[in-house]
């Protein structure tokens, strides 16, 4: 576990496994690049001291409360292009 602000120093690298970058404004992609590495931590219990909005984000991640502000947004748009293009992937092996 580490804190926080370590997370937020580190640029996420997921963008580069979403196919469709474009389907994101200039606006998102920044705020999950931003923030994503974060998020990821956070989803996976990792963060040391989180804050009472990371726990927040974590609750609309996972869908027990709406989004609220725009990292919310833009990470629940990534993370929904991201399973599409999963989903997509999926369907073409089993063609």
Known sequence: MLPREH???QPFQGLHAL?????????????VK????????????????????DMRT???ISQKNAPTNPIEQAWLK??????EQKTK???????
Not at 34 to 53: C, F, M
Request: glycine share 2%; no cysteine.
């Open 58 to 60: 974590v609750k609309v």
């Open 7 to 9: 997370y937020l120093k």
């Open 78 to 83: 990534y993370d929904a292009l991201i399973t």
């Open 34 to 53: 931003k923030h994503g590495t974060l998020i990821v931590a956070l989803l996976n219990n990792d963060v040391l001291n989180p804050t009472l909005a």
């Open 19 to 31: 196919h469709n970058q474009e389907a994101l404004s200039s606006a998102q992609a920044r705020l």
């Open 89 to 95: 992937h999926r369907l073409k092996r089993s063609a």
